[in-house]
């Protein structure tokens, strides 16, 4: 079967423009400085950026582009991608991610597969930041999701992408970027993977290869292990499918991280979610296959820390169930026992996310985590308060929330925090047992948030609800349609920072 992604080789270099031996060379323009881009490559291109500028037929607005042959002499290079910035105050992580990958995209399609970008366009970001973030958007960009088509489109990856850059110690950054982009590629395969080929146990199969590198232990819990690790909430759901649930536990320990501090990543991994007995409307069901999103997440992020040996210990805890309604499915009105002793009042099946998520982020305490973090497509409620452009993040105290606004904020994506307040968990209690499990429309991502901060135990937590931003309905220049792979940066980004005491 073809694979869905290739890492391109890596290079930098500071060498002159002209003297890089590529298919394609791209040059970022930002709007208010395209003066530049002009005196340094007008000639190369035989006026035509200044012809196409003047009439407007390029504008350096966000994403715009355009492609002109090289007539100048002396370059080795034959084709020149200018994209358009946006004024450069605007050019932050995402805005790079997006132009680079963009650029990725196009050199594909003309099959031109070795790639140069010119960093003359410094945005808001130094150097090494810059250097990182591109070559991830160039890896991402180097992304084709048709793998199981018996008659694919022609398919053509990038094989070889440069960075021109006078910054010193630019390599490091690139690898770092590059490595960062392999691991979200890893993760947007693995949740475009349909229900049927990708059930509990393959899932943590994938999952374990995935983070199977050095420094990593990985163990797999069946469902018999779980039977009697008391885990009623994640058999609970379990129940109704005939592919049993399993969880994964994942450790990075290096020696050189601070023993006294663990961060923990708890994922959710349904990997079909039909609501079960309390079961979904057809329409869109299909897209329900990447339930598990946020256990790709988490593992893609514990895999690049890890390549990365950033000096910091991480715990992944991946619940995963098959959420269907066979004859031995749970009920509505049914009890459950979880992990933690607590009960739950299961009045709705199709709340199934954040039953599989309280067994898991209280065995990411028992396990040592000091701070946790969990990724999960929760609620549909999500999506109506925030759409599809940025996650809900909810969290407590409040230092563990600005460390991971500002981990998404160096990392280029779009989180928005969402109150815990006490009130809300009046909402959440059952007539006949400790918990209900769903408490109805109203502030719907904020009820889920509260059951699971009832799991959560003590010490930081925080909340990543992914469900509108981990899938992308529309093909966009950087991003095709599918899985995004959003937040994985931002995790690798938190863990590059101390964690806060
Ligand atoms: N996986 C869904 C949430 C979801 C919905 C993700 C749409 C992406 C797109 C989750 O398990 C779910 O079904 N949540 C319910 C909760 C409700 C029953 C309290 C929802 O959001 O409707
Ligand atoms: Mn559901
Ligand atoms: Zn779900």
Redesign the pocket.
């Known amino acids: 079967m073809p694979v869905a992604y290739e890492i391109p080789r890596i290079h930098v270099l500071s060498i002159p423009a002209a003297s890089i031996d590529a298919d394609l060379v791209v040059v970022p323009v930002a709007e208010d400085h395209a003066a530049a881009a002009v005196a340094e490559f007008d000639a190369a291109a035989g006026l035509a950026l200044s012809t196409a500028l003047s009439r407007g037929e390029f504008v350096p607005k966000p994403l715009e582009t355009f492609t002109t042959p090289v007539v100048g002499s002396g370059w080795r290079a034959t084709q020149l991608l200018f994209v358009g910035a946006g004024p450069r105050a605007d050019v932050g992580a995402e805005r790079f991610r997006r132009m680079a990958s963009a650029a990725a995209g196009l050199a594909r399609l003309q099959r031109r597969g070795r790639l140069a970008w010119l960093d003359v366009e410094p945005g808001t970001l130094d150097a090494a930041q810059r250097v990182d973030i591109l070559s991830e958007g160039l890896t991402i960009g180097n992304f084709d999701g048709g793998i199981h088509k018996s008659r694919p489109d022609p398919r053509f990856f990038l094989s070889d992408v440069t960075v021109s850059t006078a910054a010193n110690g630019s390599a490091t950054a690139a690898a770092a970027g590059r490595l960062i982009g392999d691991a979200i590629n890893s993760a947007r395969a693995l949740i475009n993977e349909p229900g049927n080929f990708l059930v509990p146990s393959r899932l943590a199969e994938k999952a374990a290869s995935l983070a199977s590198v050095d420094g990593v232990s990985v163990e797999v819990f069946d469902e018999r292990q779980l039977e009697t690790m008391g885990m009623g909430l994640l058999l609970g759901v379990g129940r109704g499918s005939a592919e049993p649930p399993r969880l994964l536990v994942a450790r990075y320990e290096p020696a050189a991280a601070p023993a006294d501090a663990t961060l923990g990543l708890v994922g ?1 991994g ?1 990997t079909f ?1 039909t ?1 079960g007995i ?1 079961i ?1 409307p057809a329409d ?1 069901m299909e ?2 296959k ?2 598990m999103a946020g256990a790709a997440t988490v593992v893609a992020a514990l895999r690049a820390v890890a390549l990365l040996k950033l000096p910091v210990r991480v715990l992944a805890v991946v619940p995963s169930a098959e ?1 269907m309604p066979g004859s031995r499915a749970l009920k509505p009105g049914d009890i459950l026992r979880s992990a933690s002793g607590l009960t739950v009042e299961v009045n ?1 099946t ?5 039953l599989i998520l309280g067994d898991a982020l209280w065995y990411a305490r028992q396990l040592g985590a000091t701070h946790v973090v969990d990724v ?8 109506v308060a925030l759409g599809k452009i940025t996650t809900g993040l909810f969290a407590t105290p409040q230092p563990w929330a600005d460390a991971l606004r500002a981990a998404a904020a160096r990392g280029g994506e779009k989180v928005w925090q969402l109150p815990l307040f006490d009130e809300y968990k009046e909402s959440l209690k059952s007539d006949i047992a400790d918990l209900l ?5 109203p502030a ?2 904020v ?2 948030a509260m059951f699971l901060k009832e799991f959560a135990g003590v010490g930081p937590w925080a909340h990543l609800d992914i ?2 931003t ?2 992308a309905d529309e093909n966009k220049a950087w991003m095709p349609r599918g899985a995004s792979g959003a937040l994985i940066r931002t995790l690798v980004e938190l863990a590059r920072a101390p964690l806060p005491r």
């Open positions: 959710k349904i979610d609501g309390s979904k869109g897209r329900m990447d339930d959420n709705n199709d709340a199934e996310g954040r999960a497509t929760l609620t549909g409620a999500c999506i499990n769903s408490p109805g429309r719907g991502a009820t889920a469900a509108g981990a899938w």
